[in-house]
């Protein structure tokens, strides 16, 4: 069963044409990666599924339902959550009250004040950072920053977790810690797709890996079937390579 399916996406800013009639299919458990060179138009995908930008066409469902009108908090709240490229965490705030936050949209919730300490200790041992729970986002290293962006979507209990560039700026042990931290979220039910710039951190996480270039879908296929792919090679010429 289709967990998201994204059908003819079409997203245009101006004369530019960002996103180009793509279409992604993702079951109930799988992990997808989604790969692309520098603005081919994967992180407008993810703006575009989680209701941040308009499509100029296409639809998106999430388990059937018609999404694409829906607004951001309504599509957080139905399950879909993103993890941004970049982090934002608020410094004023601890790790612990970060994650707390993103509880709050929740209007049961709310009323006690977003989520009990125990559960946001929950959210921070699923990616390893529980004990940084009350230091202060700036005094992280960047791949803790980076957990603790995960760890806040996390709080949200979605179902469809989307990974904008999480290893984006970790060497490679990062990269594997990583990589295994995610694999877990599957144990727990969680269907994912997984954005890079190339293959790097994906070869090991993912089922498939769908390829994106100028905005117009390039291939897809199995991570060892990528990495073989003469096309996918040629568009990574110009670029850092796969
Ligand atoms: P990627 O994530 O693959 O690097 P993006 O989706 O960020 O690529 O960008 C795809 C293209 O769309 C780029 O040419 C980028 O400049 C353009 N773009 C993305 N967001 C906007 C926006 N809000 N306004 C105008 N152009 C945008
Ligand atoms: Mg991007």
């Known amino acids: 069963m289709s967990v998201l399916e994204v059908d003819n996406l079409t997203k245009t800013f101006g004369g530019l044409v960002a996103v180009d009639d793509f279409s992604l299919e993702v079951d109930e458990g799988e992990i997808v990666g989604l790969i692309g060179p520098n603005g081919s138009g994967k992180s407008t995908v993810f703006n575009c599924i989680m209701g941040l930008y308009d499509v100029t ?26 993890v941004s490229q970049e982090s934002n965490p608020i410094d004023l705030y601890s790790v612990s009250e970060n994650i707390r936050l993103f509880t709050l949209p929740n209007s049961i919730r709310s009323l006690h004040g977003g989520a009990s300490d125990e559960e946001i ?9 529980e004990d940084k729970l009350h230091e202060m986002p700036s005094e992280l290293p960047h791949a803790d920053v980076r957990r603790l962006e995960i760890a806040k979507s996390l709080a949200t209990e979605p ?6 560039e999480p290893f984006a700026g970790m060497n490679q042990a990062e990269i594997g810690a990583l990589a295994a931290q995610i694999e877990r979220f599957r144990e727990d039910g969680m269907t994912m797709v997984v954005v890079d710039h190339n293959m790097g951190g ?3 996480l993912v089922d498939r890996v769908v390829v994106l270039n100028n905005g117009d879908f390039l291939a897809a296929g199995t991570p060892a079937e990528i990495a073989d792919n003469d096309a996918v090679q040629e568009a990574y010429l110009a670029g850092e390579g796969l």
Do not use: P
């Not at 200790?121 to 950072?129: G, L, S, T």
């Open 57 to 82: 066409d296409g639809e998106i469902r999430f388990n059937g339902e018609d999404i694409t009108s829906d607004s951001t908090h309504q599509i957080v709240t139905k399950g879909l959550s993103r």
């Open 121 to 129: 200790r929950e959210y921070a041992a699923r990616i390893d950072i």
């Open 159 to 164: 179902e469809l977790m989307l990974l904008d």
């Open 202 to 204: 994906l070869m090991e």
